[in-house]
């Protein structure tokens, strides 16, 4: 596949072919706009769509999109997660590094991730690690681009942002440039089809991108870079976030999109040792990791700011904690307790008023992970 963009065909004809199709979209999307009749969508169509008498979605929270831009090699080779939205007077911007490891069994690099909708994607991996609720990711790859580099003339010097290196300090100009109208957004997405898959619909990628760059074309912009700690070992070190300056500043970015138990997506649980040894607490982790949950440590869970009360001391009995008593709080709890190989009588209601995650599990003496 490679070999056919660097010798069949110059990737700069086919990135310009890219943007002539986009500017000519866009004009053509401007025309149908005018012309189009409001459907009235489905009540559950679109995540954006408020209750009845509440404020848009974006009025009432952050709105967060991951943004990723795949290399010629197809890794995934630069990832921001940007804000906007909540009346918090300005965009949010976290530049995530590529080798970061992310809370899947078995565990992968986010340059690694299979593509928005592939098997492993990196929302929800990320929304458990970074504990902040991700409403869409938009993958494009570097023709794509750049075919919107040149197409919205955001750069005076095309060739400033063509590398993907340089993707975190051009993002804000070139998003804010896209055009307002969510109908031509629409269109524009369309017409990059393949070359820009996203988690949700046409629509609400539109409405999320036409939110975040009008917030771009008004607002001050804070960007900053995921701390990390780099563990070497292997063909190249891996990435882990660096506590606590992580969580403190993932806080700080986006107070107002907090990852809410019952959230779609990866269930997130957390495992805090109540009297079990580190070897049953490394069993459970990859028991509870295959069974489906986004599973962190205490310790980790606590730096990013959700840490639930913590298990009474002295604990032997492994407790399985669940935020709400409603049927599908329970049903994550069975489901834990399962790939413990425990009964169904430890999962219980959390006290605690602070609970903050899906599941929490008091992992005691008794446990025998299967």
């Known amino acids: 596949m490679s070999e056919r963009h660097e010798h069949g065909f110059p990737w700069r004809v086919t990135a310009l072919v890219v943007a002539i199709v986009i500017l000519a979209t866009a004009v ?13 969508a489905p009540e559950d169509a679109s995540i954006f769509t408020p209750a009845p008498d509440l404020l848009p979605v974006e009025k009432q929270r952050q709105v ?12 995934v080779a630069s990832n921001v997660l940007i804000g906007a939205g909540g009346d918090l007077g300005f965009v949010s911007e976290l530049v995530l590094p590529r080798n970061l490891l992310l809370p899947t069994s078995p565990p992968v690099q986010l340059k690694d991730v299979d593509g928005p909708r592939g098997p492993v994607s990196a929302q929800g991996p990320l929304q458990v690690l970074l504990n902040v609720q991700i409403d869409a990711t938009i993958e494009l790859d570097r023709l794509a681009w750049v075919g919107l580099i040149d197409s919205t003339g ?68 804070r960007q900053e870079a995921l701390p990390v700690t780099f563990i070497r070992g292997g063909a190249s070190p891996v990435a882990t976030a660096q506590q606590p300056e992580a969580g403190r500043l993932v806080a700080e970015l986006f107070p107002k999109a907090p990852l809410k138990p ?23 982790q990859q028991a509870l990791a295959r069974a489906g949950f986004g599973v962190l440590t205490g310790q980790e869970a606590g730096a990013l700011g959700a840490t639930p009360a913590p298990a009474p001391s002295g604990t032997t009995r492994t407790v399985v904690y669940v935020p709400v008593d409603t049927p599908a709080a329970r049903a994550f709890g069975r489901d834990a307790a399962a ?32």
Do not use: Y
């Open 154 to 221: 955001a750069l005076e010097d095309p060739q400033q942002g063509e590398s993907t290196g340089s993707f975190p300090l051009v993002v804000s100009k070139v998003l804010a440039k896209l055009p307002k109208d969510e109908g031509t957004l629409g269109q524009l997405l369309t017409s990059l089809g393949s070359m820009a898959p996203t988690t949700v619909t046409n629509e609400d990628a539109s409405h999320l991108l036409a939110v975040i760059g009008e917030a771009l074309r008004t607002l001050p912009v």
């Open 262 to 284: 019952g959230h779609s997506g990866l269930p997130r649980l957390v495992i805090e040792r109540a009297g079990a040894s580190l070897g049953s607490v490394i069993k459970a």
């Open 64 to 75: 967060t999109l991951l943004i990723q831009i795949r290399d010629k090699g197809k890794d």
């Open 339 to 370: 790939a413990l190989g425990l009964p169904v009588s430890v999962v219980v209601v959390d006290p605690s008023p602070a609970a903050a995650v899906d599941v929490r599990v008091a992992l005691g003496s008794d446990v025998a992970p299967v």
């Open 28 to 40: 053509a999307g401007v025309i149908l706009s005018r012309n189009e009749v409001q459907r009235a």
